[in-house]
């Protein structure tokens, strides 16, 4: 699934708001204005909401089903965009190694934050990468210890 | 009245359609569409794209319908907001529930057609207004 668009430069609020939502979605950026998602419902209705917001903000946007001339094109894509998501986990990982190291009440909040934050990765997720499982053990290993320090 | 809106409805047209039938149109009659162009002429279209009562400016089609019908009932803002998360997820509103609604609709979809669905959904939505209501009324959660 492609969006095609374009947005005027200003004003950049709707710019950001189209930009974040792309992000959130997992969208892979494949040139300045389009964008690529795997082809599913949730995602077909959710780039034909933001398609319509960005008519609404004075730009254009189309939307199209394609896909990649040769597998080596689409393994390439998808080692991308698996990549992409690698990068996120490990973040997530070296953060909760890092509240380990934290008080127990500030690691307890570390704790809702970073399982928050792997649910939204989880969501973009559409070629997991071994990083996934690492990232779940890391928080179940902090899990762990807020556990054990409860009273 | 004669309503009109996509096929195989999750939580922001089920959520539309209860509104309708318990604020707006009791007798309301839905006919669900795979394409805009199969919207009979003497329904009114919803959370459809490039209709009135849909998304616009980042809203979704509840929150569309609570402006155009002036429906000012702060439960119902508060619902848009947890329907708003369940649809969209930009996180724009701090809603909880919205993921457990979310998954609870999506699996209702999975196993009932659109007809089944919005029965189904009605006294769930009657049932979140009520401890909704009374969360605003108490000003905690109501237990």
């Not at chain 1, 082809?39 to 946007?61: F, P, V």
Request: charged content about 30%; hydrophobic content about 45%.
């Amino acid at each position: 699934m492609l969006l095609a668009y374009r947005l005027p430069r200003e004003p950049s609020t709707p710019r950001i708001a189209v930009w974040r939502k792309l992000r959130r979605l997992g969208g892979a950026q494949l040139l300045d204005g389009l964008v690529a998602l795997p082809l599913d419902s949730r995602n077909r209705e959710q780039l034909e909401w933001l398609a319509g917001e960005i008519i609404e903000a004075h730009g254009q946007a189309t939307l199209w089903v394609g896909e990649l001339a040769s597998r080596a094109q689409e393994r390439e894509l998808v080692a991308r965009m698996a990549t992409t998501v690698a990068s996120e986990y490990a973040a997530l990982i070296a953060d909760a190694e890092h509240a380990l190291e934290q008080a127990p009440g500030s690691r307890r909040r570390s704790l809702a934050r970073l399982r928050r934050e792997l649910r939204r990765i989880r969501g973009r997720d559409y070629f997991p990468p071994p990083e996934r499982e690492r990232a779940q053990r890391a928080i179940d290993a902090l899990a762990q210890v807020v556990e054990e320090v409860a009273p | 009245m004669k309503w009109a809106t996509r096929a195989h409805c999750h939580v922001d047209r089920a959520a539309c359609a209860w509104l309708i039938r318990r604020f707006l149109d009791p007798d309301a009659e839905f006919v669900f569409v795979d394409d805009p162009d199969e919207i009979p002429d003497d329904a009114t279209p919803f959370d459809i794209a490039a209709v009135e009562l849909s998304h616009h400016s980042g809203e979704c089609s509840f929150e569309a319908f609570l402006r155009q019908f002036d429906l000012a009932d702060p439960v119902l803002w508060d619902i848009a907001q947890i329907v708003h998360e369940a649809d969209l997820a930009d996180e724009r509103y701090d809603a909880p529930e919205a993921a457990g609604l979310d998954v609870l609709l999506r699996g209702l979809s999975m196993i009932r057609g659109d007809d089944d669905l919005l029965s189904l959904a009605a006294p769930l939505f009657d049932g979140l207004y009520e401890y909704r209501k009374r969360a605003i009324l108490l000003g905690r959660e109501p237990s």
